[in-house]
C-alpha cells in the first residue's frame, strides 16, 4: 500500500481509481502539458529538438515496458519493430499519398502484425532464447528493407520522408514537430497506464511473475504473450513513424541494434514495469548521452590520436549509467521517486 | 545452381565456419560454467585484436609476443569484468545479467572506439594470403575437373580453430577445474555446498573466455581486416550455439561448421534473392531451430513447461 499524505481518504470508487487526485495537481499537470506545447515560442530549437526526440523515445521505451517490464518477455527487438513502422508510414505518404495522421495509426497497427510474426517463438521458448529470437528480428527487417522489392523500398539508400501537412501547416521543423510528438506521447501514456492497472495489465503481470500459475488462473499464455508483442510493436511503430517522419530520411541503419540495446537500458535505468519508469529513464539517458558529446572536445585533447573520441562517449556513458543502476538501483528511478516521496510525506521521521 | 562452383563454396563455407566455431567457443565456455550469456563476447574479441595490432605495429614487438601479451591482458580484463560487474549480479533476475552483459558490450565498444581509434587497420598477416593450395578433385562434372582453390591463411585459421576447440574441450573433460566448471554450471549452490569455491571458477573461466575471444579476434583480423565492425561477427556465432546446444562443444564445431556450410552453399545459387539472403541465413537458421527444436542439436532437454 503506497502511503498517502495525510488526510487524503478515498471516499467513493472512483476516488479510489483515480491516478491523479487532487485539483491542483491537475492545474499543475495541464500547466506542464501547456509550457510543452508553448516550447517552441520560448526555447531554441536545439532545446525544441532535444524534447521532441525525448518524447518519441518515451513512447519506444512505454511499448517495450508493456512487454519486458509487465509480461517478462525480453526483447531486443523494439528498433527493428520502429523501422517497420517508420518504413510502413513513409511508403504510405510517400507512394499512396495518405494523409499522415492516417499512416501513423496504420503503421502502428503494420509494425504491431510484424510484431505478432516475431512474438511467435515466445510460445515454445523464454528468458533467453527469446532474446535470440528477438535478435532475429532486429536482423531480418532491416535486411528485408535492404534487400526486398528494390524498386518499391530503395534498397540500401533507404527513403526520403514526406513532410507532415495539415492545414497548410508544415511540420518540417522541430518548433513544430514537437506538436505533433506530444499529440501522440499523451495519448499513448494514458494508455500505457490503463492497460498497466486493468486486467489486461493484471495478466501480463502474472505471466512474468509466474508463468505456470498464471495459466492455472486461466489466462491464456498464448494469447496475453501475443498481445504484449502486438502492443510493444504497436508502439514502437508509431514511434518509428514519427521519427521517420522528424528526420525525413529512413534506411535499414536508422533503427539499429544499438537502439534496441539503448530503448532495454532506459527501462531499466526508469524502473522495469513502472509507468513513470519510461518517462524517467528516457530523460535521463537521452539527457545524459547528449551531454556527453560535451565532453568529446576534452577527450580528443586527452587522446589526440584517438580520432573516434568523441563519439565514443555516447557508448560509453550509457554503459557505465546502466552498469552503476544494475548494481546499485537495479529497481530504477521510479523506485527511488516512490522512495524519496515517502520520505516526504513521513518527514521528520523518514525511516524508508 | 552453379554445380561446377558447389564444392569450392561448401569448402570455403566449412573454412568460414572454423573461426566462428571458436567464437562460439568462449560463448559457451561461460554459459557452462557461470550460466550466464555472454553479449559482450563480440567487443572482448574486438578488444584482444585491437591489443595484438597495437603491440605488433604500434610498438613494433615480434608478433608472438604481441599475441602472448595480449593474450595475457585479454586475460585481466575477463577477470576484472567477472569481479566487478558480474559478481554483484549473482542471484539477479535473468534480465538484470542480459542487461549487464549488453551495458558492458557497450561499454567495451566505447573504450575500443577512444583508445584505438575507428579506422581500418592492417593486421599483421600471420598466414600467407599468396599461393593458395589448388586441389584437382578426380572425379568430373559437365566434364571438366573440379577444381578447389583455398586460401592458405582460411586453411590455417580453420586449423588454428580447430585446435583451439579441441584443446578446450579435452580440458573441460580431462581436468579436475574443467570438472569443477561443469559441476558449477549445474548448480551454483550445491556446487558450493560441496567445496567448490564458484567465485574463483567464474573468475577462471571469464579468463579463458577473454583469451579464447582474443585468439578468435586475431583468427578473424588476418582473414578479414580490423575495424571497429569486428564485433558484429559474433552475433553471427549466437545461432551456431544456440543450434549447436547452449552447454555443448561438439555442438558447436557441428553447428559453426554448419552455419558456415550453409552460407556457403546459400551463396552458390544463381537467382539473385536467394543470394542475398547469405548474410541473414544464420538467423533463420535460428528462428527455426527455436521453435522446432530449442534445446539445439546436442544441448539438455531441459523438462519445462512453458
Known sequence: MALRPAGEFDVSFARD???IRRGWQWVLLFAFIAALYAMPFYADESTTALVNRIGITIIAVQGLN????LTGQISLGQAAFMTAGGYISALLVGKLGWHFFAALPAAALGAGLVGLIFGLPSLRVKGFYLVMATLAAQFIIPWFTRNAFPEVLNGTQGLNVAVPEIFGLKFNKPDQYIWLTLTVLIPSTIIAHNVSRSRLGRAFVSIRDNDLAAELLGINLFKHKLFAFFLAA??????????????????????????????????VVGGLGSNLGPIFGSIVVELLTDASAMFGPFVVELFPDAA??????RPLFFGVTLILFLIFEPRGLAHRWQIIKAAW??????HT | MNWQLLPQFVISGLLAGGPIALTALGLVLVFKSSYIFNFAHG?????????TWWFAVERELPLWLAIVLALALSAVIGLAIERFTLRPMTGQPLLSIILMTLGLSQVLQGLALLLFGGSQRNFPQIFSAADPYIITLPWLIDDRPIILILKQNLVWSFVAAMLGVILISAFFRFTSIGLAMRGASEDHELAQSLGLRIHRIFGLSWAMAGMVATSAGILLATSSGLDLSLSVVVLAAFPVVLLGGIESIPGVIVGGLLIGLTQGVVSTFKAQWVR?????????VLLVVLLIRPEGLFGQKRIERI
Open chain 1, 345 to 350: 510525506r513521513l518527514r521528520p521521521f523518514s
Open chain 1, 308 to 313: 573516434g573520441g568523441a563519439q565514443a562517449m
Open chain 1, 234 to 267: 504497436m508502439y514502437a511503430g508509431a514511434a518509428g513513424s514519427l521519427e521517420a517522419h522528424s528526420l525525413r530520411h529512413l534506411n535499414s541503419e536508422t533503427f539499429n541494434l544499438v537502439d534496441s540495446i539503448f530503448l532495454l537500458g532506459m527501462l
Open chain 1, 17 to 19: 481509481m483515480a491516478t
Open chain 2, 276 to 284: 542475398d539472403m547469405t548474410e541473414i541465413v544464420p538467423y533463420l
Open chain 2, 43 to 51: 567487443q572482448l574479441l574486438l578488444l584482444g585484436a585491437l591489443m
Open chain 1, 66 to 69: 508493456l512487454l519486458t517490464g
